[in-house]
């Protein structure tokens, strides 16, 4: 199940450790395909597919039983639960399929899940995280149903470090809702003080129930993200 990354960093190439275990690993891996996913270039969508690939291959390849899943409104099968390394164009076809639209409707999603998926396992979700109703209620059904959960949270460059300026209509992307603004120095370092304050509350939840979560902008080399992040917080080994 463990990525030789010692092995990877000499020949440049991805070798998969297998060995046997008496249970094998559920691996869920949630995907928010909503609305606002869609924003950005390269989109927040496209690196959220890409990051599901590289986990869900790396599941596939170790043996471990993958399903995985998207959300918006609801919850939708993207791939059924599969194991082993001759299902990985399986996955690709699946991920390669999906597309930006609808709001969010989290913890429907999540609550939907629990309902469909009975055995605790581990439950990897790849969103913006940028819902109105927060993300306390979903993650707590997970955890109370003893999944071990695991964030990343993906987001614009642009987003997190804007540089508008002037008076401009700005749109949401989920409730096409329109309000005219004059963008000046203050009106963005209080926009960034409410995304910190939105993701510094992300993170110290995550930390209070033992919840592995990274955020990461889509200007990372995705290389660098996979080897070197992902593996900072156990997502990878």
Not at 11 to 16: A, K, T
Request: proline letters at 2%; hydrophobic letters at 45%; aromatic letters at 10%.
């Amino acid at each position: 199940r463990y990525v030789d990354w010692n092995i990877y960093g000499r020949l440049e190439r991805l070798f998969v450790k297998l060995f046997v275990e008496e249970e094998d690993l559920q691996v869920n891996i949630l995907i928010d395909h909503s609305q606002s996913m869609g924003f950005g270039e390269p989109t927040k969508l496209e690196y959220a597919i890409k990051t599901a690939a590289a986990l869900g291959y790396v599941a596939l390849a170790g043996f471990d039983r993958l399903s995985v899943w998207s959300f918006a409104e609801q919850l939708n099968s993207v791939m059924r639960p599969l194991r082993g390394r001759g299902f990985v164009f399986t996955l690709f076809d699946g991920l390669s399929k999906l597309e930006a639209n609808g709001k969010t409707n989290f913890t429907d999603a999540i609550r939907q899940f629990v309902n469909i998926v009975r055995r605790p396992g581990m439950v990897i979700i790849i969103s913006d995280f940028l819902f109105r109703d927060g993300i306390e209620a979903g993650l707590k059904a997970l955890i109370g149903r003893k999944f071990e959960v695991g964030l990343v949270q993906v987001l614009d460059r642009t987003e997190v470090h804007p540089d508008l300026v002037g008076d401009l209509k700005l749109l949401d992307s989920e409730t096409r809702d329109g309000k005219e603004v004059t963008i000046t120095t203050a009106a963005l370092r209080a926009y960034r003080r409410a995304l910190e304050h939105h993701t510094s509350a992300i993170r110290n939840f995550c930390m209070r129930h033992d919840i592995s979560y990274l955020q990461v902008t889509t200007n990372v080399p995705f290389e660098d993200f996979i080897l070197r992040r992902l593996r900072q917080i156990g997502l990878v080994a």
